[in-house]
């Protein structure tokens, strides 16, 4: 005669269902690290112009970096994703990809804006700056410790 003891197979069984329904909230919890670290890291690469009044574009008033934010994911049933978007996406894109030709006056004879000593004719355009490139390299050097992370949760529940 002999006894099977399944009690070590129901206690990993156990376990592995513990797994099964944290999962989602280790996975939401690395993807909302990752969206906070690259909100940082934008806010902290991006080119800042100090001047209160840094010459507005309708719609995109204030300073690019602090138009930087994470989409909430959640509210799209998308847990395994982190958007970040701005609210400025001209200035990001006159930023990021400059303007290369000079800049003239479409509907007035001259271009103006607060601070400038006077009205002028044309100004030279920007070479842009493209920030976002070694922002997202960094986030992704980044988001390997955050996945460890995840991965160390998930084996310490199934090792009990």
Not at 134 to 143: F, G, Y
């Amino acid at each position: 005669m002999f006894n099977v003891d399944l009690a070590g197979l129901i206690a990993m069984k156990a376990r592995i269902q513990t797994v099964i329904d944290e999962m989602p909230a280790y996975c939401s919890e690395a993807v909302r690290l990752v969206g906070e670290e690259t909100l940082i890291q934008l806010y902290d690469n991006c080119p800042y112009d100090g001047e209160e009044d840094n010459g507005q574009i309708p719609g995109e008033a204030g300073h690019l970096r602090d138009s930087f934010y994470v989409l909430d994911n959640r509210a799209m049933a998308i847990d395994s994703s982190s958007t970040v978007m701005t609210e400025e996406p001209i200035k990001l894109s006159y930023v990021t990809g400059g303007t290369d030709s000079p800049i003239v006056p479409l509907t007035a004879q001259a271009l103006w804006w607060p601070g400038a000593g006077h009205p002028v004719a044309s100004v030279n355009g920007q070479s842009g700056n493209d920030f976002i490139t070694p922002v997202a390299d960094e986030i992704a050097n980044d988001v390997a410790p955050i996945i460890q992370d995840v991965t160390d949760a998930i084996i310490a529940a199934l090792e009990g």
